[in-house]
């Protein structure tokens, strides 16, 4: 499966984006989905997952109560609300797919490119 990410920009603190990843090349229900993020200087880190059929499992606890994961199986696409932004959420965000249930970024088999995410103070 391919994935694009796009959605990403400058946005003040306090601000909202969302992200959208599309999925093309298969099935995209078949797929456990994921968004990631790496910040500057810093490791990638998990963001949030949702299942198959559109349940969220959790959230990372930075992002808790601000950003909302979604999925349209018909489109093809995953998308990230991002609500009350803040410049320590200034990253590159990537969707990420499994065809299993994963818990770490080692067990996504495909990624998507990126979107930059800035946040000003």
């Known amino acids: 499966v391919q994935l694009q990410a796009s959605g990403g920009g400058l946005v003040q603190a306090g601000g909202s984006l969302r992200l959208s990843c599309a999925a093309s090349?298969?099935?995209?229900?078949?797929?456990?989905m994921a968004w990631f993020r790496q910040a500057p200087g810093k490791e990638r880190e998990f963001v949030t997952a949702?299942?198959?059929?559109?349940?969220?499992?959790h959230y990372a606890d930075s992002v808790k109560g601000r950003f909302a994961v979604s999925r349209d199986n018909a489109k093809n696409k995953l998308y990230l609300q991002m609500n009350s932004l803040r410049p320590e959420d200034t990253a590159i965000y990537y969707c990420?797919?499994?065809?299993?249930?994963?818990?770490?970024?080692?067990?996504?088999?495909?990624w998507g490119q990126g979107t930059q995410v800035t946040v000003s103070s």
């Open positions: 990420a797919a499994s065809l299993k249930g994963a818990t770490t970024e080692y067990e996504y088999d495909y």
């Open positions: 949702i299942t198959w059929g559109g349940s969220p499992t």
């Open positions: 090349g298969r099935t995209f229900s078949d797929f456990f």
